[in-house]
């Protein structure tokens, strides 16, 4: 099949290239993003092949259709950001890649926790500078703290295996209980009991509009003060400005961030020459207990090589009218 990449980077190219050689697809990659700007390009396309921060809003996926692209291949697991109604009604399937490698979400989510505890990224700069001091880089031991977990899914049953080797008291909110996370030794809680009890909290829900700033101004009043926050899910989870108050109070501790509500202005771009417009990520870098990647939690060999193949193959599935495994349908 004829597909359009887009927001590809030097490293899709690589691995989508590799892989493509037992499957045969015609790829173009397009560096920009899809949106209503760019959705023209893929005229003559079958299918497009997008990331996380690609727009496929109700008019893009008209114009898709009228291009005659039949099939959306999302090379991530999160699906906010393809209208998937619109989808349906204009017959074009949707396919996402849906757990290529949950521990490496999962361990990068640890190294978030890690970093802002044990503040190795100024020990680092630090001790290349000749200095050797420790004032103010006091971290906690994990072991028997209150490790919350948002979403047991896939990557939260991965984290909460690490937090329980840990030997951390590890709870979690999820209206879908799981067996294997209770056989794993977890437990769960109401999401107030939840936020009073957790030090620190990991989010691995899906984005949807019930949990749009689930941790708002209200979750954070309830949590315990000082409790640290990751998110490696979907920026969205979090209001941001909330998050800003609650840190400028004391009431949130650490903070560690690996998605973020405004990052497709932002995120896998060198913007090192500009200035940047988003006051929000300006003020949060300058919190001395904030750490911010820009969405690294999937950014390993083996989740890479698990993107490629699981796309090129829906693709193929869907070129051969075989079932899609990992179709993605409207609620
Ligand atoms: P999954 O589908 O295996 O698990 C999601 C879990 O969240 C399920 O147990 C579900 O019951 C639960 N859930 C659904 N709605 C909820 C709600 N309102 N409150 C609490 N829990 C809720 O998904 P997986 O693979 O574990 O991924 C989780 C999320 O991680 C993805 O949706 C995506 O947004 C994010 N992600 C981030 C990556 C990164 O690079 N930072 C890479 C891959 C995924």
């Known amino acids: 099949m004829r597909v359009a990449v887009f927001s590809s980077k030097s490293y899709d190219r690589q691995y989508f290239d590799s892989i493509n050689q037992s499957f045969g697809h015609e790829l173009v990659f397009f560096d920009g993003q899809l949106n209503q700007d760019t959705v023209k390009l893929t005229e003559g396309f079958d299918a497009v092949c997008v990331f996380v921060n690609d727009h496929l809003d109700a008019e893009v996926i008209k114009a898709l259709k009228q291009h005659g692209v039949s099939l959306i291949a999302l090379r991530c697991a999160g699906f906010n950001n393809v209208d998937l109604d619109v989808a349906a009604q204009e017959g074009i399937k949707v396919v996402r890649v849906p757990a290529y490698s949950p521990e490496a979400v999962a361990e990068h989510a640890v190294a978030l926790i ?8 100024k020990a680092y700069n630090r001790v290349r500078e000749n200095n050797f ?3 103010n880089l006091t971290g906690f031991n994990l072991y028997k703290k209150t490790v919350g977990i948002v979403g047991t899914g896939g990557i939260g049953r991965a984290f909460a295996r690490i937090m329980l080797g840990f030997g951390a008291n590890v709870i979690a909110f999820d209206p ?4 294997e996370y ?3 030794g977890g437990s769960y809680v109401s999401f107030d009991e939840f936020l009073a009890q ?5 989010l691995h829900c899906p984005l949807v509009a019930e949990n ?3 941790i708002d101004v209200e979750a954070f009043k309830k949590m315990k003060k000082g409790a640290m926050l990751i998110n490696t899910s979907r920026g969205a989870l979090i209001n941001t400005k909330d998050a800003i108050e609650a ?3 004391r009431q949130l501790g650490y903070l560690g961030i690996d998605v973020y509500e405004q990052e497709e202005h932002l995120f896998f771009q060198d913007l090192s020459g500009q200035i940047i417009e988003d006051d929000d990520i300006a003020r949060l870098m300058t919190f001395p207990n904030v750490l911010i990647t820009a969405h690294q939690g999937f950014f390993t060999h083996e989740a890479l090589e698990e993107i490629a193949h699981t796309t090129l193959e829906s693709i193929e599935d869907f070129e051969q009218g075989n079932a899609l495994k990992h179709e993605v349908r409207p609620v």
């Open 198 to 202: 957790s030090d620190v909290i990991s």
């Open 133 to 135: 001091s420790l004032e």
């Open 114 to 121: 890690l970093a802002l505890n044990r503040k190795t990224h």
């Open 247 to 249: 840190l400028k109070k």
């Open 212 to 214: 749009h700033h689930l």
């Open 182 to 184: 209770l056989q794993m």
């Open 176 to 179: 879908y209980p799981n067996e």
